[in-house]
């Protein structure tokens, strides 16, 4: 399948049957749903998270989402934004502290789409979350107030931390994603 662009997401090469299935839901949500880019919970919307690599590529940040009570990868709400690189970029330095990330390549690394439970006033709705791929290149990390921690958590050792797919697939994708940019 060829690599496909989407206003104010950006460029995607799906490639398994789940990609191509997620991708079809985030392009028809995109096309469908005027406020697609904003938050409000009757309708879901597209969200932007960062997977940010250690500088040897050994480890990935997560943190320990304060209202979610897991682990995650970084990001968050795009709030009107309809420049998906941009605030996944944004929500990175926002969430981590770190003082330098560069963009591993300037297209989409994954796109998932996942339930969040009802909190508040907010019922339980969609996130339509497109994730790119990042690299700290100095810096240290501080957590923020949206965190209970932050963790470089070695790739061999993501299961420790959490069980979710949407998470395991920064390693189960990153060796062919890395293959495919050199």
């Known amino acids: 399948m060829s690599q496909l662009q989407l206003t104010g997401v950006g460029y995607y090469k799906p490639v398994t049957a789940r990609e191509v299935d997620t991708w079809n839901k985030l392009c028809h949500f995109h096309a469908e749903e005027p406020l697609a880019f904003g938050r409000d919970s009757r309708t879901g919307h597209i969200t932007a998270s960062a997977f940010i690599l250690s500088p040897d590529f050994n480890n990935v940040l997560l943190t320990h989402h304060r209202k979610l009570d897991r682990w995650l990868q970084l990001g968050g709400h795009c709030d009107g934004i309809a420049d998906v690189p941009f605030v996944a970029l944004k929500e990175a330095y926002e969430e981590s502290g770190l003082s330098r990330i560069e963009p591993l390549r300037d297209r ?9 439970p009802a909190h508040g006033a907010e019922q339980t709705h969609l996130h339509y979350d497109v994730r790119y791929l990042y690299r700290a290149a100095e810096g240290e990390f501080k957590v923020s107030d949206e965190s209970h921690d932050l963790a470089w958590v070695p790739l ?12 395991l697939v920064v390693r189960d994708k990153l060796a062919a994603y890395m293959n495919s940019a050199a």
């Open 108 to 116: 989409i690394f994954d796109v998932d789409i996942h339930e969040i």
């Open 156 to 167: 061999t050792q993501l299961e420790e931390y959490t069980d979710a797919a949407s998470v």
